[in-house]
Every structure is written in structure tokens, then in C-alpha cells.
């Protein structure tokens, strides 16, 4: 079992939080994580998509209530959103009796958007928490090219050969499609879906133009909005919001799109091997994709993600914002000698960042420019993950 990172801050969450909800993709190892973290405390559990476990919480108030001495893990909880309103009552009863953290644990496949309800009847009292696929610093820099074809859902990782790991990530596509997908939104025809899901992947790292996606799948740019609100919701796909400030140029407003799975980029586009995905024209691509998620994944909270680029071709694959004002500038190169180029430069002076970074796959890190540092993709993990301690 891979050690993840979030689990020293779920345990925390739990110490002060009456509620936290652990959201991520199906299959990406939250009720691993959960029963590891409640091991050695009383707790537990029920999985929402057992008939049996359904039926314990017939009268959920009466049942929840015989165990408010215990920490109860609630899996796929969206597929009981009444329990909300109960478990406000409970976590607001127990607090009267001194009880304030610790009573619950809710894991759920999708966004907050999507588990609406918590947002609206459990604020303040709730912690949220995502869990990703798993990433460099959680399984070793010796698996930095496996986990960029096979992605990092660990069943595709662990996969004793390339060929069953594709397989997996095909039946991993085909189960959302034709089962899970239906539960969160309107029905949608698994093909059509799948069709719009793997022009997204051929799409990588674009710019997303709605209209020109409708256009070439033959719905208009509403249902295609819908589409794309879903997938994210389901996180499944990240828009990566461009960064605005007043520097005076033209600034590019629409968002880039990613698939945020680079194994499920490949699935889609049927690339097998590594030796097929570096003849593939998505290479570049989809490598940007992998090390922008694996590096949003282990920055500290408060850091959000942006990329900048200027109508005149200044450009920052990847701008990370501190919550103090800082800027970190990452550029990401698919070349054992990378080279920077006068866009980053360019976008460099226009934002004056503190830390100018180039990853690239090498191991080593070395200075490109007096300011500017080659890094690989472990080795800027590792130093977000100082600033995350």
C-alpha cells in the first residue's frame, strides 16, 4: 500500500473537524485512505452503494445516533443526499455535549459542486479534502515515467504489464460512462460522452473553445458546456484558470483544458506503450498535463495554479500563487536539454516572479540562467512539499 501525503492532513481534519469529506475520483484509493487513518480508533463503516449498508440508515437519526461514540465512515455518500439534514442535527447535538470533532467521515466521488447539498446544510461544519491519483513523492522517483503513461490510479499503476494496465483503464472508462456518470447528472448517452471525452484528450492542454467542441461533436454549446461542467465536477477534467493582472497587454481569458488522469489521456487515444505514446503528436502535451497535476497536487493549501499568456506570446505553462503575493514561474519541457525561450522571458517581466523553474525529465538540477533552475519533476515536488510542512 502507497503512503499517501494527505493522510497525516485527514488525521489532523479529524482531530478538529466534526465532519470532513474526502472527495476524488472512484478508484483513486479513498476508502483505503479512510480505514488507514481510522485503523486504531473505534469507527464504522458503511458503503452507500450496499443494499445491506442502505438499509441500516432506514431510520438514519436512530441508527447514527447509537454510534456518536464512533467515528462513521460514510462511502459514496452522494448516494444518500437525505442524510445531510440528519447529520447536521447530530453533529449540533453532539456538540452540546461537549463532542466538537471527529464523527464523521464522508467520501464521495465528485466535486462540491456536485455534493451541493453538504455545502448548504453543513457549512462550518465540514472539512474538505481531495485525494488525486498518486504522484512521484508517494511512490518514488523511479516510477516518474510509469506513472506518466499508466497514470496514477493504482490498480493501472500496479498492473503487472502495460497491456492489463490499459485494459484496466479501459474498464475504468467504460464503468463512469455507462454507470457512474448517470448517477450525477442527466442521462447522456454513453457514446456520445465518450466521444467528447476523448476529444478532450486530443484536445490536451488547448485552449477550450466550447463552441468549436460542439461544432465537431453536433450538439450545440450549451449541452457541450454541460459536458465539460460534469466531467470537471467529477474530476475527472481540470480547466486551468488564466491569470489576470494589470500589466497593460492583451491578456489570453479562456481557460486551458487538461484530462487530469495522463493514463486515462492515453487509454483514450488507445497509446499502449511508451514507445507509442513518444511517436504520438499528444507527447508534449500530455506530459505538460501530467507534471501540471502531479505539481497541483503537492503544493500547500492556499497555492493555486494559473498559466499566463499574453496575445504578443509571453507565456508560463504552469504560474503557481501564494497566498503572501508570491509568484512561482514553471516552464515544462519534454527534452533532456531544455531550452528557455524568449515567451518565458517575456512573461518573466512582465510578473517579476520570485522562482523561475524549468521541469524537465532529467534528474539532475542545474542552472539554465543566473535566476532561471532546471529541475526534474520529483525535485520541485519535493521542495513544494517542504513549503507544504
Same mark, same amino acid.
Given at each position: 500500500?502507497?503512503?499517501?501525503?494527505?493522510?497525516?492532513?485527514?488525521?489532523?481534519?479529524?482531530?478538529?473537524?466534526?465532519?470532513?469529506?474526502?472527495?476524488?475520483?472512484?478508484?483513486?484509493?479513498?476508502?483505503?485512505?479512510?480505514?488507514?487513518?481510522?485503523?486504531?480508533?473505534?469507527?464504522?463503516?458503511?458503503?452507500?452503494?450496499?443494499?445491506?449498508?442502505?438499509?441500516?440508515?432506514?431510520?438514519?437519526?436512530?441508527?447514527?445516533?447509537?454510534?456518536?461514540?464512533?467515528?462513521?465512515?460514510?462511502?459514496?455518500?452522494?448516494?444518500?443526499?437525505?442524510?445531510?439534514?440528519?447529520?447536521?442535527?447530530?453533529?449540533? =447535538?453532539?456538540?452540546?455535549?461537549? =463532542?466538537?470533532?471527529?464523527?464523521?467521515?464522508?467520501?464521495?466521488?465528485?466535486?462540491?459542486?456536485?455534493?451541493?447539498?453538504? &455545502?448548504?446544510?453543513?457549512?462550518?461544519?465540514?472539512?474538505?479534502?481531495?485525494?488525486?491519483?498518486?504522484?512521484?513523492?508517494?511512490?518514488?522517483?523511479?516510477?516518474?515515467?510509469?506513472?506518466?503513461?499508466?497514470?496514477?490510479?493504482?490498480?493501472?499503476?500496479?498492473?503487472?504489464?502495460?497491456?492489463?494496465?490499459?485494459?484496466?483503464?479501459?474498464?475504468?472508462?467504460?464503468?463512469?460512462?455507462?454507470?457512474?456518470?448517470?448517477?450525477?447528472?442527466?442521462?447522456?448517452?454513453?457514446?456520445?460522452?465518450?466521444?467528447?471525452?476523448?476529444?478532450?484528450?486530443?484536445?490536451?492542454? &488547448?485552449? @477550450?473553445?466550447?463552441?468549436?467542441?460542439?461544432?465537431?461533436?453536433?450538439?450545440?454549446?450549451?449541452?457541450?458546456?454541460?459536458?465539460?461542467?460534469?466531467?470537471?465536477?467529477?474530476?475527472?477534467?481540470?480547466?486551468?484558470?488564466?491569470?489576470?493582472?494589470?500589466?497593460?497587454?492583451?491578456?489570453?481569458?479562456?481557460?486551458?483544458?487538461?484530462?487530469?488522469?495522463?493514463?486515462?489521456?492515453?487509454?483514450?487515444?488507445?497509446?499502449?506503450?511508451?514507445?507509442?505514446?513518444?511517436?504520438?503528436?499528444?507527447?508534449?502535451?500530455?506530459?505538460?498535463?501530467?507534471?501540471?497535476?502531479?505539481?497541483?497536487?503537492?503544493?500547500?493549501?492556499?497555492?493555486?495554479?494559473?498559466?499566463?499568456?499574453?496575445?504578443?506570446?509571453?507565456?508560463?505553462?504552469? @504560474?503557481?500563487?501564494?497566498?503572501?503575493?508570491?509568484?512561482?514561474?514553471?516552464?515544462?519541457?519534454?527534452?533532456?536539454?531544455?531550452?528557455?525561450?524568449?515567451?518565458?522571458?517575456?512573461?518573466?517581466?512582465?510578473?517579476?516572479?520570485?522562482?523561475?523553474?524549468?521541469?524537465?525529465?532529467?534528474?539532475?538540477?542545474?542552472?539554465?540562467?543566473?535566476?532561471? =533552475?532546471?529541475?526534474?519533476?520529483? &525535485?520541485?515536488? =519535493?521542495?513544494?512539499?517542504?513549503?507544504?510542512?
Amino acid at each position: 500500500m502507497f503512503k499517501r501525503h494527505l493522510q497525516a492532513l485527514l488525521s489532523e481534519e479529524l482531530q478538529f473537524s466534526p465532519a470532513v469529506a474526502l472527495l476524488g475520483p472512484r478508484q483513486v484509493g479513498k476508502t483505503t485512505l479512510a480505514l488507514e487513518v481510522a485503523r486504531n480508533i473505534p469507527h464504522v463503516y458503511l458503503d452507500l452503494e450496499s443494499e445491506r449498508d442502505r438499509s441500516k440508515l432506514a431510520q438514519a437519526e436512530l441508527y447514527l445516533e447509537s454510534h456518536l461514540d464512533k467515528l462513521v465512515i460514510l462511502d459514496e455518500v452522494h448516494r444518500a443526499p437525505g442524510l445531510f439534514p440528519v447529520l447536521r442535527g447530530l453533529i449540533d =447535538q453532539a456538540r452540546r455535549m461537549c =463532542q466538537t470533532s471527529g464523527q464523521y467521515l464522508l467520501l464521495g466521488s465528485a466535486s462540491l459542486d456536485v455534493l451541493h447539498q453538504s &455545502g448548504e446544510t453543513l457549512a462550518g461544519r465540514t472539512a474538505y479534502l481531495e485525494l488525486g491519483t498518486l504522484n512521484v513523492l508517494e511512490t518514488g522517483q523511479e516510477t516518474t515515467d510509469a506513472l506518466w503513461l499508466r497514470g496514477g490510479f493504482p490498480e493501472s499503476l500496479t498492473a503487472p504489464s502495460d497491456d492489463r494496465s490499459l485494459r484496466w483503464r479501459e474498464n475504468f472508462i467504460r464503468t463512469y460512462l455507462e454507470r457512474d456518470i448517470p448517477q450525477f447528472g442527466p442521462r447522456i448517452a454513453a457514446e456520445t460522452l465518450r466521444r467528447f471525452w476523448t476529444m478532450l484528450a486530443h484536445h490536451q492542454g &488547448g485552449m @477550450l473553445n466550447v463552441a468549436q467542441l460542439a461544432r465537431n461533436l453536433g450538439v450545440d454549446a450549451k449541452t457541450a458546456q454541460s459536458y465539460i461542467d460534469l466531467l470537471c465536477d467529477l474530476l475527472l477534467v481540470r480547466r486551468l484558470a488564466p491569470w489576470y493582472t494589470n500589466t497593460g497587454k492583451r491578456l489570453v481569458k479562456a481557460p486551458k483544458i487538461y484530462v487530469r488522469d495522463s493514463g486515462l489521456v492515453h487509454a483514450l487515444l488507445n497509446i499502449e506503450s511508451k514507445e507509442s505514446l513518444l511517436s504520438h503528436m499528444v507527447v508534449g502535451a500530455s506530459w505538460e498535463g501530467y507534471c501540471i497535476e502531479t505539481l497541483l497536487a503537492c503544493v500547500p493549501a492556499g497555492v493555486t495554479g494559473y498559466f499566463y499568456r499574453t496575445s504578443g506570446g509571453a507565456e508560463i505553462d504552469l @504560474l503557481l500563487a501564494w497566498p503572501g503575493g508570491e509568484l512561482w514561474a514553471i516552464e515544462i519541457k519534454r527534452s533532456s536539454a531544455p531550452k528557455v525561450e524568449r515567451g518565458f522571458h517575456s512573461a518573466c517581466n512582465d510578473l517579476k516572479p520570485s522562482q523561475k523553474w524549468v521541469v524537465y525529465p532529467g534528474q539532475e538540477s542545474y542552472p539554465l540562467a543566473s535566476d532561471i =533552475q532546471a529541475i526534474s519533476l520529483h &525535485g520541485l515536488c =519535493q521542495k513544494l512539499s517542504l513549503n507544504r510542512s
